[in-house]
């Protein structure tokens, strides 16, 4: 079972959209787990407090590295990955979430307020993951996010293996452009290659569109490709 461990002081936040289609049926049957820890119940004042101000001044406040190191310390005893959603952390990527997949889980830190105590961080060997250049107001959909896309890729949950192998990020590539019944709408027919029956021809069609899309609306993952990767 792939185990997914969430520290978190809205645990109520979960399973939320991870309790509904795919990701919620594999929860359902056994193929993940989703074990939820409340930051707040490992602090030790009757105000269950989680947070204090900037050491140096500035707005905001900061979560305390004493209370998060003893909820980490709880949840976090075997090998699994201990990321902290960060949005100063190393994007998100495909390959990254495969290899998250294939091993026996994760254990994710959601941040609130203006951050975590740097100490903390280094401390418990948290790495700190994005999933863009934006800021949320807490790390709960992002780890939602990431749990989603990983859970997705779990032996058995997906129900064809070439939707996977097909899709975006894949090959270093965009999807292709997708078609279905009507054949006509509005006045825009599904492309003839794909009615064709020519399955040359369609996989050929497909690989161009995924180039093109790739090339005009992602340059920076065109440019990664290896050398003599059309």
């Known amino acids: 079972m792939w185990r997914a461990g969430v520290l978190t002081i809205f645990p109520d936040m979960f399973p939320g959209?991870?309790?509904?289609?795919?990701?919620?049926?594999a929860l359902a049957t056994g193929?993940?787990?989703?074990?939820?820890v409340d930051i707040r119940t490992f602090a030790t004042d009757k105000h269950r407090t989680v947070d204090d101000t900037p050491a140096g001044?500035?707005?905001?406040?900061?979560?305390?590295?004493?209370?998060?190191?003893?909820?980490?310390?709880?949840?976090?005893?075997?090998?699994?990955?201990?990321?902290?959603?960060s949005p100063r952390g190393v994007p998100l990527t495909q390959p990254r979430v495969e290899s998250l997949a294939a091993g026996p889980g994760v254990v994710l830190v959601c941040g609130r307020f203006e951050g975590v105590d740097e100490r903390v961080i280094a401390a418990r060997g948290l790495e700190e993951v994005s999933v863009g250049?934006?800021?949320?107001?807490?790390?709960?959909?992002?780890?939602?996010?990431?749990?989603?896309?990983?859970?997705r890729l779990l032996p058995g949950v997906m129900g064809a293996a070439a939707s996977v192998a097909e899709e975006s990020f894949?090959?270093?590539?965009?999807?292709?452009?997708?078609?279905?019944?009507?054949?006509?709408?509005?006045?825009?027919?599904?492309?003839?290659?794909?009615?064709?029956g020519d399955h040359g021809k369609i996989a050929a069609w497909r690989r161009a569109e995924a180039e093109r899309l790739t090339r005009e609306r992602r340059p920076?993952?065109?440019?990664?490709r290896p050398l003599g990767k059309a």
Do not use: H, N
């Open 17 to 25: 959209p991870l309790g509904s289609s795919l990701a919620g049926k």
């Open 31 to 36: 193929t993940w787990s989703l074990d939820l």
């Open 170 to 196: 894949a090959d270093g590539l965009l999807e292709y452009p997708q078609y279905t019944r009507p054949q006509v709408f509005e006045g825009q027919a599904i492309p003839e290659v794909l009615t064709s």
């Open 57 to 85: 001044g500035g707005p905001g406040m900061v979560m305390k590295a004493d209370v998060l190191a003893r909820a980490i310390d709880a949840a976090a005893e075997d090998d699994r990955p201990r990321l902290l959603m």
């Open 133 to 151: 250049d934006y800021v949320l107001s807490g790390g709960e959909i992002a780890a939602m996010a990431l749990l989603d896309a990983c859970v």
């Open 220 to 224: 920076d993952l065109w440019a990664r």
